[in-house]
């Protein structure tokens, strides 16, 4: 008698297995197939990724070759295409190449627009910060002092790769909208700073002397200067910064030398 109830037993539990397969597995088999697409949609839009850096590597490479071999109309039409690329990295140096390129034109509301562009258009400090900083160089002497305030001041914070350069720009704008004190504050900050290159520290010293005698009106054509000495240290900052690069230890980019190349 026993194995008769241990039979039915077994039956009713057969029936009840069956029942909750024939109700949860339609469930089941959308759970699974979703987890197939999202594991195949991670896949894809990694593989994607290297895809669009892998073009817009090429593509930006091609511009600087054509830069080289003095083809502008060649050049611009790279840059474009990496930019369209889609490789947020890529895109930002397409932008500030070809705001150089209106740098030499002459076209600095232009050069000022894309290098903005440049800096929105990647999260990476290296590349936007240099972008925000050529173009405040660029609106140094007609942009308002709120408006360059506004550009620099975030990035004199800690941690930002081009603070001291940063710095010493926005003492410049301030000493030339007529913030003497201000200016004054943020060169001696400057030479306090321990990592300050030595060569910014005698430009601060210098422009902190020209303060103190009453002649900061020279001060733009010492650092209009300084900057064209240090033409090597700029263009290892404002050639771009490969996607991964390390900081460059550069100098604050003249106002005159933003072109790319």
Do not use: C
Request: glycine share 8%; no cysteine; proline share 5%.
């Amino acid at each position: 008698m026993s194995d008769v109830f241990e039979e039915v037993e077994e039956n009713l539990r057969s029936e009840r297995w069956n029942e909750l397969f024939r109700k949860w597995w339609p469930a089941a088999a959308a759970i699974a197939g979703a987890a197939i697409l999202i594991v195949g949609g991670i896949w894809f839009v990694d593989a994607r990724k290297g895809w669009t850096a892998a073009e817009a590597s090429q593509a930006y490479q091609r511009g600087l070759d054509a830069l080289e071999a003095q083809n502008e109309a060649t050049a611009e039409a790279a840059f474009a295409e990496a930019e369209a690329a889609g490789s947020p990295p890529y895109q930002a140096l397409a932008l500030m190449q070809r705001a150089g390129l209106r740098v030499e034109r002459g076209e600095t509301a232009e050069a000022v627009a894309l290098f903005d562009q440049a800096a929105e258009a990647t999260d990476e400090p290296l590349i936007s910060d240099i972008a925000r900083l050529k173009a405040a160089w660029l609106l140094m002497g007609s942009g308002s002092i709120e408006d360059m305030t506004a550009r620099l001041s975030p990035l004199t914070e800690e941690g930002r790769p081009f603070r001291f350069q940063a710095q010493e720009a926005l003492a410049l704008a301030r000493l030339q909208h007529g913030q003497t004190d201000a200016a004054r504050q943020q060169l001696q900050a400057l030479t306090l700073e321990l990592e300050l290159p030595d060569s910014m520290r005698q430009r601060a010293q210098v422009a902190l002397s020209l303060i103190d005698a009453g002649t900061a009106s020279s001060l733009p054509g010492i650092v209009e200067a300084a900057g064209r000495a240090q033409a090597q240290a700029e263009a290892e900052a404002a050639a771009g910064p490969r996607p991964g690069a390390e900081a460059p230890g550069a100098e604050a980019p003249a106002a005159g030398a933003a072109t790319e190349h």
